[in-house]
């Protein structure tokens, strides 16, 4: 009685992870899946590029071309032609 108890135990898990899987598979599943990735994928990039960008901010300030074109960029948006 045991081993049949056992067995249809066994077949229900069967059947729920059949189920389980057919979802997992469905078009929908996958669309949904693939626009929480990339939203996510997104979002974590800029906050990367952010952090990189505030730490060798400085230091590519520093940088001579870097420096006159900033400098020269400025100047047009004050309307300082030179």
Same mark, same amino acid.
């Given at each position: 009685?045991?081993?049949?108890?056992?067995? +249809?135990?066994? #077949? $229900?898990?069967? *059947?729920?992870?059949?189920?389980?899987?057919?979802?997992? %598979?469905? !078009?929908?599943?996958?669309?949904?899946?693939?626009? +929480?990735?990339? #939203? $996510?994928?997104? *979002?974590?990039?800029?906050?990367?590029?952010?952090?990189? %960008?505030? !730490?060798?901010?400085?230091?590519?300030?520093?940088?001579?071309?870097?420096?006159?074109?900033?400098?020269?960029?400025?100047?047009?948006?004050?309307?300082?032609?030179?």
């Amino acid at each position: 009685m045991d081993s049949e108890k056992y067995n +249809i135990e066994l #077949i $229900g898990q069967v *059947v729920e992870l059949n189920k389980k899987i057919a979802r997992q %598979l469905s !078009i929908k599943y996958i669309f949904m899946t693939g626009i +929480i990735y990339g #939203i $996510g994928f997104f *979002v974590g990039s800029a906050i990367l590029a952010t952090i990189a %960008l505030g !730490i060798l901010g400085p230091v590519l300030g520093k940088i001579t071309w870097v420096k006159t074109n900033y400098d020269a960029g400025v100047s047009i948006i004050k309307g300082d032609n030179k």
